[in-house]
């Protein structure tokens, strides 16, 4: 006989049984089988305390379900962000002072030109185009308060 020691042979034992699922999770992919139903309307039964399809009548997995509505939920959020960011760019170059608003409904005519309150020309907006030229509105009043006293 040999010295060799006796390796026990696991048939004795019985069958070792592989579970194809345990080896399709440890490669990363479900048990669960894929549907072709996205699952679009969900029912959430609280009686049953389950959720299922209303167009497959099929139970949906509680996590699916969260997943759904997460997407949903952040969707909906992004949808409100991008809204929010462009009302805030279109606010901010909106015209806010009344003259401003004023001379831009003048210009808009298409054959009529606002005319200078002080010398009767006309305001193109070609001559405001590239700045305007400003002063003391101190200076300017007291400048007219002036011009009425020599007047009356």
Not at 1 to 23: F, T
Not at 49 to 56: A, E, F, G, T
Request: proline share 5%; hydrophobic share 40%.
């Amino acid at each position: 006989m040999s010295d060799a020691p006796i390796e026990p042979q696991e048939y004795l034992y019985g069958v070792k049984v592989v579970q194809i699922e345990d080896i399709r999770v440890a490669r990363g992919m479900t048990r669960r089988p894929a549907s072709s139903c996205r699952h679009k309307q969900l029912v959430y039964d609280e009686k049953e305390r389950r959720v299922w399809c209303s167009d497959c009548e099929a139970e949906v997995e509680p996590f699916d379900a969260f997943t759904n509505l997460v997407e949903k939920f952040s969707a909906a959020a992004s949808r409100i962000n991008r809204r929010s960011a462009e009302l805030a760019e279109a606010e901010k170059f909106q015209i806010r002072s009344r003259a401003a608003k004023v001379m831009d409904e003048a210009w808009r005519s298409t054959k009529m030109a606002p005319l200078c309150p002080h010398c009767n020309t006309a305001i193109l907006p070609e001559d405001v185009a590239g700045g305007v030229a400003s002063t003391s509105k101190a200076l300017v009043a007291a400048a007219r308060k002036r011009q009425q006293t020599t007047k009356s």
